[in-house]
């Protein structure tokens, strides 16, 4: 994210690490939607590219560690593709149609459900989230999307989808070699 806020000659504080949260990087707002959506997919494709470098040295090595690293690495990654603030993902859905982060929302409780999240760190997402959504339910629209065009919401779309692709590719065939038996 540092380096896509910088890209677009925005500044932007050194990424900070929040225990049990993940990390973020503050900056500047930029002056439309579409290049917040892309500094908002720096992380992920970011993490799509690691992901993609450990399950190629697992494939020279032939060690599973890297492919569970991979493994791991896309599935952070694709978790932090939930469309929904304060997720990566919601950024990027912003740009597009904020009323589907109630739909992200839907998906973050199911998911936490799933996987049995502990109670607290659900409290805390849906802390940070709530805000904004209130705000997309009662209407209130961020002024920048207004310049969103059609081509520039596409655009979005199929970067979101395609690094959404990236990842569960990159997951599913590192978990089927990582995973034992």
Not at 52 to 63: H, K, L, P, R, S
Not at 92 to 116: E, K, N, R, T
Request: glycine share 10%.
């Amino acid at each position: 994210h540092y380096f896509a806020f910088r890209a677009y000659g925005l500044p932007a504080r050194l990424p900070a690490f929040v225990p049990l949260l993940g990390a973020f990087t503050a900056g500047a707002a930029p002056q439309d939607l579409e290049q917040d959506a892309y500094i908002a997919l720096a992380g992920p494709l970011t993490g799509l590219g690691l992901a993609a470098v450990c399950f190629a040295i697992g494939g020279v090595t032939q060690d599973r560690f890297w492919y569970a690293c991979a493994d791991l690495s896309a599935f952070l990654n694709l978790f932090n593709m939930i469309p929904m603030p304060p997720f990566d993902g919601g950024r990027i859905v912003a740009a597009l149609w904020p009323p589907l982060w109630i739909v992200g929302f839907v998906l973050f409780v199911g998911f936490a459900v799933l996987v049995h999240l502990p109670i607290l760190f659900v409290l805390v997402i849906g802390a940070l989230g709530l805000p904004a959504m209130i705000s997309a339910w009662r209407g209130h629209v961020d002024p920048r999307a207004e310049m969103m065009t059609f081509a520039a919401r596409v655009r979005v779309s199929v970067w979101y989808l395609a690094t959404l692709f990236g990842l569960f590719f990159v997951m599913a065939q590192s978990h089927a070699i990582a995973s034992p038996g």
